[in-house]
DNA sequence: CCCTCCGGGGATAATTTTATCCCCTGTATG
DNA sequence: CATACAGGGGATAAAATTATCCCCGGAGGG
């Protein structure tokens, strides 16, 4: 893993939480392992704007604060599932606040986005 | 501002979400506000791990999001207070929650972080 | 005159995060 | 044999975000 050279503020609970949840498709991943979309090739189909690769290195660092759980079955073909730890599970009313209010104001925001581009005309 | 390459997913609630609380400093900024702490200079102090100029680029983001609001005294020396819109408020409860996630869990996080390297010895 | 404070930002570097590319084991199916 | 599926990851590039450096105007106090 990338090793930081900026130290992180240890001491600041917002930090913390951002070095778990700030990760571009660590939500995306929560959410969908808490709906029981738990299987690395079930979860590139969910989200298929990333990569295999890029959502391995996401869950590994998920496994890595222990907010989900990698469970393994040796055979052939190989099958793994994740599934959220009791730690994940309270993450679950934070991200669905975040998921929500961003759905309210998703129009809004849009606007915004699409506005500093088409600015230009 | 700097133009992104890659598209984010306009129709997902979690990337709008993360588009305005996902900078370094946002939710310190957000934080401080709330709390009354809404000059240049005094969120520089409140968060002097980071720069003026990256905390000036971090507020100009939420401005243009319409989170916070700029009022500009045209004053020797010159007077700025940022505050919340409403739009802003409705953020707290999201900001309280990452925080309060982020403290209960903190010495857990901590804990991992500081592993990652003294497992060397 | 020098230093401090208030506010600001251009230019550029460094860091960090994501993406891309390609290869791997092994089974099954056309 | 080729392709698809299940799982995985090294190497490297690109993108995105943060940091650093230094300068600006103008007022005020030693």
Same mark, same amino acid.
């Given at each position: 893993?990338?090793?930081?050279?900026?130290?992180?503020? +240890?001491?600041?609970?917002?930090?913390?939480?951002?070095?778990? +949840?700030?990760?571009?498709?660590?939500?995306?991943?929560?959410?969908?392992?808490?709906?029981?979309?738990?299987?690395?090739?079930?979860?590139?189909?969910?989200?298929?704007?990333?990569?295999?690769?890029? /959502?391995? /290195?996401? +869950?590994?660092?998920?496994?890595?604060?222990?907010?989900?759980?990698?469970?393994?079955?040796?055979?052939?073909?190989?099958?793994?599932?994740?599934?959220?730890?009791?730690?994940?599970?309270?993450?679950?009313?934070?991200?669905?606040?975040? @998921?929500?209010?961003?759905?309210?104001?998703?129009?809004?925001?849009?606007?915004?986005?699409? @506005?500093?581009?088409?600015?230009?005309?």
């Amino acid at each position: 893993m990338y090793e930081k050279k900026i130290p992180l503020p +240890l001491e600041c609970g917002l930090a913390m939480t951002r070095e778990i +949840l700030g990760g571009k498709w660590k939500p995306n991943l929560l959410f969908a392992i808490s709906q029981g979309i738990n299987r690395p090739s079930q979860l590139h189909r969910a989200i298929p704007q990333s990569t295999k690769r890029v /959502l391995n /290195l996401q +869950l590994k660092e998920l496994e890595e604060f222990e907010v989900i759980e990698k469970k393994i079955y040796h055979q052939l073909p190989p099958k793994v599932e994740y599934r959220l730890t009791e730690r994940g599970e309270t993450l679950m009313p934070l991200l669905s606040q975040m @998921n929500e209010w961003g759905e309210e104001n998703r129009p809004f925001i849009k606007r915004v986005i699409l @506005n500093r581009t088409k600015v230009l005309d």
